[in-house]
C-alpha cells in the first residue's frame, strides 16, 4: 500500500517545477500541486498498479496546468517573477549587478518565449538532469523528438544571446 509521507509526498516539488514551468505562475503552480497530491491520495489503491509514479505525477502535473494555462488565457508572468517583488539589498552594488539582473531577466525571457513542449524539454534536461528515455515518457513523445526538440530551444536561445551581443558591439 502507499504511503503518503514516503512515496506521494516526495514528487511534490518535481510536480510544482513542472507546473510552474508552464503556467509561470507561483500560486497557480501551488495549487496544481496540492490538486495533483489530493487527487494521487485519493487514487492511492489504484496507483498501486503503477510502474513509476514519478512519471504519472509529472504527466498529470502537465496536462493540469495545460489545462489552467488555456483558462488563464496565456497570460505569461516571468518565472522569476518574485526577484521583481523584492527591494533591491544592493542597490549600490553598481553595474555590475544591473548587468547581472538584466542578463537573467533577459535568459528568463527567452526561455518563457519558447513554445511550450521546448520549454518544458530544456527545463527538464537541462535544469532537472532528466534523461531522453525520461522525457519522452512523460511527454508522450518520442526519444528522437525530445532530442529535436531540444535542439531547436538551445538553437532559439543561442541566437537570441548573440543578437542582444550584437546590440551592445
Given amino acids: 500500500m502507499l504511503d503518503f509521507l514516503h512515496d506521494i509526498l516526495p514528487l511534490k516539488n518535481i510536480i510544482f517545477r513542472t507546473a510552474l514551468r508552464i503556467v509561470l505562475n507561483r500560486e497557480e503552480a501551488e495549487d496544481i500541486v496540492q490538486d495533483i497530491l489530493v487527487k494521487m491520495w485519493e487514487q492511492r489503491n489504484e496507483l498501486e498498479k503503477v510502474n513509476n509514479l514519478e512519471v504519472y505525477a509529472l504527466r498529470a502535473a502537465r496536462n493540469l496546468a495545460i489545462d489552467r494555462m488555456e483558462k488563464m488565457d496565456n497570460r505569461h508572468v516571468s ?37 511550450e513542449k521546448q520549454r518544458t524539454i530544456l527545463q527538464m534536461r537541462d535544469i532537472e538532469g532528466k534523461s531522453y528515455k525520461e522525457i519522452a515518457e512523460v511527454l508522450s513523445i518520442t526519444e528522437s523528438d525530445v532530442k529535436v526538440s531540444l535542439f531547436r530551444a538551445r538553437n532559439e536561445l543561442k541566437e537570441k544571446i548573440i543578437e542582444k551581443k550584437q546590440l551592445f558591439l
Avoid at 544592493?90 to 549587478?97: I, Q, R, T
Avoid at 544591473?98 to 527567452?110: G, H, Y
Fill in 79 to 115: 518565472l522569476n517573477s518574485n526577484v521583481h517583488d523584492r527591494p533591491d539589498s544592493e542597490a549600490a552594488g553598481g553595474d555590475a549587478l544591473l548587468a547581472k539582473k538584466e542578463a537573467d531577466l533577459f535568459i528568463a525571457d527567452t526561455i518563457n518565449a519558447l513554445p
